[in-house]
């Protein structure tokens, strides 16, 4: 099993940056993919970065360029690092984990409890 816990989150302005951190304890977590998924107001959970054991990463189209996720093996550390964020931005992040990449980005195993990004106009 593994549990997650997120930090980070906060109060941004539109064009601000701000790094998420996923804290992860449990068996076998270097064979895990893990990653983010954010939830807005009134709206679905959407994928939004995963990151392989080996390093390979995957990131939604929408973040692309402004969002780069990342993970320290040793700590068992998942980051994800959101530059130049704007208001549609503004959502409760949760990091993830699952077995598998098809799990990963539709409907990971694992969760954490989120954490709340806000970006002002």
């Known amino acids: 099993q593994v549990h997650l816990v997120e930090s980070g989150g906060g109060l941004v302005q539109d064009g601000g940056s701000l790094r998420l951190s996923c804290a992860a304890s449990?068996?076998?977590?270097?064979?895990?993919?893990m990653g983010w998924f954010r939830q807005a107001p009134g709206k679905e959970r959407e994928f939004v970065a995963a990151?392989?054991?080996?390093?390979?990463?995957r990131y939604a189209d929408s973040v692309k360029g402004s969002f780069s996720v990342s993970r320290d093996n040793a700590k068992n550390t998942v980051t994800l690092q959101m530059n130049n964020l704007k208001p549609e931005d503004t959502a409760v992040y949760y990091c993830?984990?699952?077995?598998?990449?098809?799990?990963?980005?539709?409907?990971?195993?694992?969760w954490g409890q989120g954490t709340q990004v806000t970006v002002s106009a």
């Open positions: 449990g068996r076998a977590l270097d064979t895990y993919f």
């Open positions: 990151i392989a054991w080996s390093g390979g990463t």
């Open positions: 993830a984990a699952a077995i598998e990449w098809y799990a990963m980005l539709t409907a990971p195993d694992y």
